[in-house]
Nanobody, 123 residues
Framework: QVQLVESGGGLVQAGGSLRLSCAAS????????MGWFRQAPGKEREFVAA????????YYADSVKGRITISRDNAESTVYLQMNGLKPDDTAIYYC????????????????WGRGTQVTVSS
């Protein structure tokens, strides 16, 4: 049974930083692409970032490039999302995803999902 457990969310002021973590179990983590998505109230879930199984390839939404960094530790079966320069528009529930079957940018490509962690950025 695959489990993805996000942590690290919280309330932060604009310009601040947060580091999200996603601990994975029940899958061959080192062979799985991992991704982060977010969903703001009243909006669809959107792609934030993804990382290939080795960690050498990373992908970002234009809206977060230069502010957010995705990384992974295959020994710990954990993927991270370092978020700097946070803006109120970054307020959303952030979801971890595993095992993409097609394009990383689509929610439909990902097989496994965590329950999410809330990030709130105050102005």
């Amino acid at each position: 049974q695959v489990q993805l457990v996000e942590s690290g969310g919280g309330l932060v002021q604009a310009g601040g930083s947060l580091r999200l973590s996603c601990a994975a179990s029940g899958l061959t983590f080192s062979a799985s692409a991992m991704g982060w998505f977010r969903q703001a109230p009243g909006k669809e879930r959107e792609f934030v970032a993804a990382i290939g199984w080795s960690g050498r390839s990373t992908y970002y939404a234009d809206s977060v490039k230069g502010r957010i960094t995705i990384s992974r530790d295959n020994a710990e079966s954990t993927v991270y999302l370092q978020m700097n320069g946070l803006k109120p528009d970054d307020t959303a529930i952030y979801y971890c995803a595993a095992d993409a079957r097609a394009t990383y940018y689509s929610t439909e490509s990902w097989v496994y999902w965590g329950r999410g962690t809330q990030v709130t950025v105050s102005s």
